[in-house]
């Protein structure tokens, strides 16, 4: 396969801004001392038609300090400098029910994100598993 530069000009992009997005995720972990965070880019596909940071594990040492709060403050912050939305499932690993987990996102900016296809809004089983999206400033979806 031969590469054209636009090709070559794309990946090297790629490339840089994941690398951007791991150390971002490293500074951050040791910053607020996190148990785990898991952010990625996530490419356009069928369900998911956009490019957008996907946030799929924010885990503190101690729950209810903040440090999760400020954490995802810096991660909203990355997001608009990179002009990137923020796009996740609110999934609770502590037990805690997945209305109080979407209520601490929304209270940071978070909307529900209806999308088309078998997992969007009609599909009454799958409410938990439902996108919620904090657009970048500017961008429209």
């Given at each position: 396969m031969k590469l054209t530069e636009a090709k070559l000009k794309?990946?090297?992009?790629?490339?840089?801004?994941e690398r951007a997005i791991e150390d971002f995720v490293s500074r951050t972990k040791e910053e607020f001392q996190l148990d785990d965070l898991s952010l990625?880019?996530?490419?356009?596909?069928?369900?998911?038609?956009?490019?957008?940071?996907?946030l799929s594990n924010i885990r503190v040492n101690q729950p209810g300090q903040g440090d999760?709060?400020?954490?995802?403050?810096s991660i909203i912050q990355f997001a608009k400098d990179n002009s990137?939305?923020?796009?996740?499932?609110?999934?609770p690993e502590d037990g805690s029910s997945v209305e109080r987990l979407r209520s601490w996102y929304?209270?940071?900016?978070?909307?529900?994100?209806?999308?088309?296809?078998?997992y969007?809004?009609?599909?009454?089983?799958?409410?938990h598993t439902k996108y919620m999206v904090k657009q970048a400033k500017n961008l429209t979806f």
């Open positions: 794309q990946l090297i992009k790629e490339v840089v801004e990625y880019l996530r490419k356009p596909e069928p369900h998911h038609p956009m490019t957008s940071l996907y999760g709060s400020k954490a995802l403050k990137l939305a923020i796009t996740l499932i609110p999934t929304e209270s940071h900016g978070f909307e529900d994100w209806y999308r088309d296809g078998p969007g809004e009609e599909d009454e089983e799958r409410q």
